[in-house]
C-alpha cells in the first residue's frame, strides 16, 4: 500500500492524514477486523454469559438501531447506536459499488500478491509478533477511547497489558493475553457509537474499504489521539500504514478468498459481515446485550410469517 | 465471519471427543448427539460423492430447520411467494448448503469441542442458545460459536442459526440474499443463482 500512498494528492501527505489513512486500512479488505477481535471476545464470553439476561431493547425500524448497555462505571443504562446490518443502511450502494470493485481490481493485482508473499517468505511467529506490535503502539488511542466510553475496567486492562508487554515482551510478545488480559480493539468510531452517535451511512471509500460516516469520522480523531501522529516522520508513518495494512491482509488472506468463492452478491455479504462485526465491537463483549440486539433484529423481520 | 463456515463445519462434526448421549432432552445433549452421528455417517471411508450428498441431505433435514431458515433468510419475498416457490427455494436452497458444506469434510481431522453454556432465547420460548468453543488448529486458538436451538416438539430439536464469533449465518445470508433478489430478479432470480451453484458442484436440487 505504501505506493499507493505515495501517489496521493500532496495536500493529503501531512502526518495527520497518512495516520488516518493507516487506520482506515485496518478496515481495508473488507473483512479484517474480525481477526483481530477475536481473542478479546473468547477471553470473557464465559463471564459475559453468565446469567443470562438480558437488558431490555428498543428496535427501531428507522435506520439505526439502539440497544441499551449497562455501563461499568456504575452510570445508568446507555444508549447505544449499533445500526443495523443490510441495505437499509446504505443509501449510497451505487458508489459504494463502484469502488468496491475498484478496490477489489486493486487488491487482486496488488495487495492480496504482497500478502501471499508475506505469508510465504515470513515464518508465522514473526508475523504473529508484527500483529502484536501493531496492537502494542496502538495502546493510547485504545486507553484514550476505553476512558472517552465511561469504561475503567477495559482501560485497567489496557494499561495492563500495555505494562506487562512492554516489560516481558518487548511488545513483539503478547503475555498479557496469555494471562487473562485479552487485547480489544477500540476506537473513536466505538466511542461515538457508545455516544449515541448514529452510523450514518455505510461507505466503502477507494483504497480504504467498508467504513461508515461516523467510523470514517471518528479514525480521523483517533490519529490525533494518537502520539506517534506527533513523533513519526511522513515516510515513517507511510511505512507504519504499510505494515499495518499489509498485516491485516495477510490475517484476511482465507476469509476473502473464501467469500470471494462461495457468495452470490459478495459486495453485500461484505457489507453485512462488516457491519455485524461492527456491532459486535461496539458492544464490546457484553454478549447478553449483544444478543439481545440481535434477537430483537431477527423477530422484528419474523412478526408476519405468512 | 472469520472463516465462518469453516467454524460451522468444524463446530458441526467436531463431536469425537464427547461420547454420544443417549438423551437428547437438553439442547446440548442433542446437539453432542447429533454431530456425533454426523462425523460417523459423513467421514466413513468408500462411501461415493453421490451417496455423500444424500447422508448429508438427510442431516440436513434431520437437525436444521431448514423451513424456518428458507423463511428468514428471504424475508419478505417469502410472503409474497407461491407454493411451487417456496418448493423450489427450499430444494434450491438445501442444495447450496450440501455443495458448500460437504466438501470441508474431507478436512476434518479430529478436532475437538466441548459444549458450554445453554441460555435461553431472549424473546422467544422453546429456542435456546448452547455455547461450543473449538478448537481452531492454529497455536491452541479457540473459536466461540453459538447455536441457536428450537424445542419443536414432536420433531424434536432443531438448529435455526449459528453465530461465529458474533457474525449470526442466518443474518448474513439474508442480508445477502436480499440484496441479491432485489437487484437480480427476486426470489426466482435468487433459486436459480443457488441451484447453478449447487449443481456446479453436481449436488441436485430437485426432490
Not at chain 1, 454469559?49 to 452510570?75: E, F, N
Not at chain 1, 495487495?111 to 504473529?128: D, K, L, M, S, W
Not at chain 2, 452421528?37 to 460423492?49: F, K, M, P, W
Not at chain 2, 476434518?108 to 458450554?116: A, C, P, R, S, V
Request: hydrophobic residues 40%.
Amino acid at each position: 500500500m505504501e505506493t499507493g500512498s505515495q501517489s496521493w494528492p500532496r495536500r493529503l501527505r501531512s502526518h495527520g492524514y497518512v495516520a488516518c489513512l493507516m487506520a482506515l486500512l485496518i478496515t481495508a479488505g473488507c473483512t479484517s477486523a474480525p481477526d483481530s477481535s477475536r481473542e478479546a471476545n473468547i477471553g470473557s464470553y464465559g463471564v459475559a454469559m453468565a446469567d443470562g439476561q438480558t437488558a431490555s431493547l428498543a428496535y427501531t425500524p428507522s435506520l439505526t438501531q439502539v440497544a441499551y448497555r449497562p455501563d461499568t462505571s456504575d452510570v445508568p443504562m446507555m444508549q447505544v447506536a449499533v445500526g443495523t446490518t443490510g441495505e437499509d443502511d446504505d443509501p449510497l450502494e451505487g458508489l459504494n459499488r463502484y469502488f468496491y470493485d475498484l478496490n477489489n481490481a486493486l487488491d487482486i493485482l496488488i495487495f492480496r500478491q504482497f500478502a501471499e508473499a508475506y505469508r510465504v517468505v515470513v515464518p508465522e511467529g514473526v508475523r504473529r509478533s508484527v500483529t502484536n506490535f501493531i496492537r502494542f503502539i496502538k495502546t493510547p488511542v485504545i486507553l484514550a477511547n476505553d476512558l472517552l466510553q465511561g469504561d475503567l475496567e477495559r482501560a485497567e486492562v489496557t494499561t495492563s497489558r500495555f505494562i506487562v508487554n512492554a516489560a516481558i515482551g518487548f511488545g513483539f510478545f503478547d503475555v498479557a493475553a496469555d494471562s487473562g488480559l485479552p487485547y480489544h480493539p477500540e476506537d473513536f468510531g466505538q466511542t461515538l457509537a457508545v455516544w449515541g452517535v448514529d452510523s450514518g451511512p455505510y461507505l466503502v471509500l477507494p483504497l480504504l474499504g467498508p467504513t461508515t460516516l461516523r467510523d470514517g469520522a471518528g479514525r480521523g480523531v483517533d490519529v490525533l489521539l494518537d502520539p506517534l501522529t506527533y513523533v513519526l516522520t511522513t515516510p515513517q508513518s507511510i511505512g507504519r500504514v504499510g505494515v499495518e495494512a499489509l498485516d491485516a491482509r495477510e490475517r484476511n488472506l482465507d476469509t476473502i478468498d473464501e467469500i470471494r468463492r462461495d457468495a452470490l452478491d459478495e459486495y453485500a455479504r461484505v457489507r453485512s459481515l462488516w457491519l455485524q462485526n461492527r456491532r459486535k465491537e461496539i458492544l464490546n463483549d457484553e454478549q447478553d446485550i449483544e444478543t439481545a440486539a440481535t434477537e430483537g433484529f431477527l423477530r422484528s423481520d419474523m412478526d408476519s410469517p405468512n | 465471519m472469520l472463516r465462518l463456515y469453516r467454524v460451522v463445519f468444524v463446530c458441526l462434526i467436531a463431536a469425537l471427543a464427547t461420547p454420544a448421549t443417549a438423551a437428547t432432552s437438553e439442547p446440548d445433549a442433542f446437539l453432542k448427539d447429533f454431530a456425533d452421528r454426523a462425523i460417523a455417517s459423513l467421514t466413513e471411508e468408500g462411501v461415493q460423492d453421490q451417496q455423500l450428498a444424500q447422508r448429508f441431505g438427510e442431516l440436513l433435514e434431520e437437525g436444521f430447520d431448514i423451513p424456518q431458515i428458507s423463511q428468514f433468510v428471504t424475508a419478505r419475498y417469502w410472503r409474497g411467494a407461491s407454493d411451487e416457490q417456496k418448493e423450489a427455494f427450499y430444494n434450491a436452497f438445501r442444495g447450496y448448503l450440501i455443495q458448500r458444506f460437504l466438501p470441508l469434510f474431507d478436512e476434518y481431522k479430529g478436532q475437538e469441542f466441548e459444549t458450554g453454556q445453554v441460555r435461553s432465547d431472549a424473546g422467544e420460548e422453546d429456542v435456546s442458545w448452547v455455547t461450543i468453543e473449538i478448537d481452531v488448529g492454529q497455536s491452541g486458538q479457540q473459536a466461540q460459536t453459538e447455536w441457536k436451538v428450537k424445542n419443536t416438539g414432536d420433531s424434536g430439536f432443531k438448529i435455526q442459526d449459528v453465530k461465529a464469533e458474533g457474525t449470526s449465518m442466518a443474518i448474513t445470508l439474508r442480508d445477502e440474499f436480499q440484496t441479491f433478489m432485489r437487484r437480480k430478479g427476486g426470489l426466482d432470480g435468487l433459486i436459480e443463482a443457488l441451484q447453478r451453484q449447487a449443481e456446479k458442484a453436481g449436488v441436485a436440487t430437485t426432490n
